[in-house]
């Protein structure tokens, strides 16, 4: 015997009599303005789209948890840190950067890494790549940046001459770029790529001595890429290569996981240390400071809806917990407001009251009430300013993080120095770590982007940062870039010239 169905329903929860047919003037005449089920059918479909994000549109996202498996309460009094074997749920989101929504996985592109921590502190949410470094030190630039990256204004493309023009005029840039379009610039799948909280962050402990501290997530899948051949067949059949993977991945009951690492840095030693230790254009070698396991992550659930969990998922980097805390990077200080305010025009001001976004292990209490959408009971009858005498939360009195501090004039001022500062050292070491074959791949990789470029001073600009970074490296890229300029000549004198 079949159990009787659930009778559907409009949003006011009236039954729907009719579902396949609009109500119309006669059998034959047009569709009347009263049909109120239609017409909220109607409405409610073209409202299924929320903006799409500027930056990350793509992406796909899981549940999980993560497991301390050292001790690091010498380091920071984070709860969800203090204790060997203590677990805390996560929710990951991985994306691409440039593309929108329709755009394929499989493309030459940075991957956003972020994690929210569902702690009993609180959410703290870890934004970061799936490289330890970025393009830029200050945010004032990343607006032009994302710009020069995107969809030109009048072809609406992505255009090389956009891309090498902005990398020509902002040699910071040169480090990332190696990484880019190296062999690590194109991740087989979410799950075979490392994770990096990418920026300068600090640590804590309950006697308020400071640290300061990089994020290292080490996929146990190991690391795999693919060339260039490999993504264009891969995202030419299958635009959700990487999302289809992690979602299968789970749900066959093979669960990724990576073991998350540090680097710690005494205070004391940053003022005076090799490199300024808050350029997100640059690394801290582990030879200078060890990476050093703290635990493992690993996700095992799948959101039971993709646009409830993945698409509505909002990571803040300004959320924090007692014990964890930013550092002067210009990088992150400008992310602690960009980001917030990214969800609060996308999602709306309660966007952190969503499933997704609020805390699972405690609970939120504030004196927020009101505003777009607020779906909850809004406080009820309690009282919504602060102090108050009727028993609402009040201050703890305890910072989260400990105090910097400040010397000097306010002003904008060029980014500090260190005696071994430059913007082509790293990138050069980088590219004296790869063997031979690996330096052909890159160095073909940047040719087949760079001999695109319109014009020759942007080609040369560019190609002078590499030589900075390494002569080798230039002089191979000029030689690959001069090969392709002169096979297109060649192509295009054949197209042209028809003989008798």
């Known amino acids: ?26 059998q034959t005449g047009p569709v009347l303005l009263q049909d109120q089920h239609l017409i909220e059918k ?8 929320i903006p799409e994000r500027i930056v990350h549109a793509r992406g796909s996202g899981a549940y999980g948890h993560f497991e301390v498996t050292q001790d690091v309460t010498k380091w920071t009094k984070a709860k969800f840190l203090n204790e060997v074997g203590k677990k805390t749920e996560v ?14 996985d499989a493309v030459r592109d940075p991957r956003g890494f972020a994690v929210k921590f569902y702690t009993e502190d609180g959410n703290y949410d870890l ?58 610039g194109i991740p087989k799948s979410y799950r075979h790529m490392n994770g990096y909280g990418s920026h300068t962050f600090q640590w804590v402990n309950a006697e308020g ?17 693919l060339t260039s051949e490999q993504a264009a067949e891969i995202a030419g059949n299958s635009a959700e290569h990487h999302h289809i993977d992690l979602l299968h991945a789970i749900d ?12 710690i840095m005494p205070i004391a030693e940053a003022r005076e240390y090799r490199f300024n230790p808050f350029d997100l254009t640059k690394v801290w070698p582990h030879g200078d400071y060890p990476i050093m396991e703290i635990g493992r992550m690993t996700l095992d659930r799948n959101p039971d809806n993709y646009f409830a969990d993945v698409e509505q998922a909002a990571f803040d980097p300004g959320h ?37 976004n609020c805390p699972h292990a405690t609970k ?67 590219y004296r770590l790869m063997d031979e074959a690996q330096r052909k791949r890159l160095v073909d990789n940047i040719a087949g982007s760079l001999s695109q470029v319109s014009r020759q001073d942007i080609i040369d600009h560019s190609i002078q940062h590499f030589s900075n970074a390494d002569k080798e490296y230039g002089n191979r890229i000029t030689e690959a870039v001069n090969e392709l300029k002169k096979i297109e000549s060649n192509q295009i004198s054949q197209r042209t010239f028809q003989p008798f």
């Not at 109607?42 to 789209?49: C, G, I, M, Q, S």
């Not at 009971?377 to 309690?382: A, E, F, I, V, Y």
């Open 209 to 225: 001595e400071a640290f300061w501290v990089k994020y290292h997530f080490k996929t146990d899948q190991s690391i795999e890429c």
């Open 364 to 430: 939120a209490q504030n004196y927020g009430r009101d505003g777009f959408m607020r779906f909850d009971d809004n406080g009820k009858g309690s009282k919504n300013y602060e102090p108050n005498s009727f028993d609402g939360p009040v201050q703890s009195n305890e910072n989260l993080y400990a105090p910097l501090e400040i010397h000097g004039v306010t002003g904008s001022h060029e980014w500090v120095k260190h005696k071994e500062d430059d913007d082509f050292v790293q990138a050069g070491n980088l």
């Open 127 to 184: 934004v970061g790549n799936n490289t330890p470094i970025f393009f830029i030190r200050d945010p004032l630039k990343f607006p032009d940046f994302i710009h020069s990256q995107k969809y030109d204004p009048y072809t609406n493309q992505q255009e090389p001459d956009n891309v090498w023009d902005f990398f020509s005029l902002s040699p910071e840039a040169t480090h990332q770029f190696t990484i880019l379009f190296s062999d690590r």
């Open 91 to 104: 929710f990951v989101r991985f994306s691409t950067v440039a593309g929108s929504r329709g755009a394929a």
């Open 42 to 49: 109607l409405a409610r479909f073209n409202r299924e789209r």
């Open 320 to 356: 924090f917990v007692p014990g964890i805390g930013p550092s002067p990077d210009k990088m992150l200080q400008g992310r602690l407001f960009a980001y917030g305010d990214a969800h609060r025009y996308r999602l709306g001001i309660n966007h952190t009251r969503l499933p997704v």
């Open 252 to 263: 066959n009951g093979n669960p990724p996981s990576w073991t998350v690492k540090v680097q």
């Open 1 to 26: 015997m079949m159990s009787k169905k659930n009778t559907l329903t409009t949003e006011s929860g009236a039954p729907v009599a009719d579902n396949q047919n609009s109500q119309t003037a006669g």
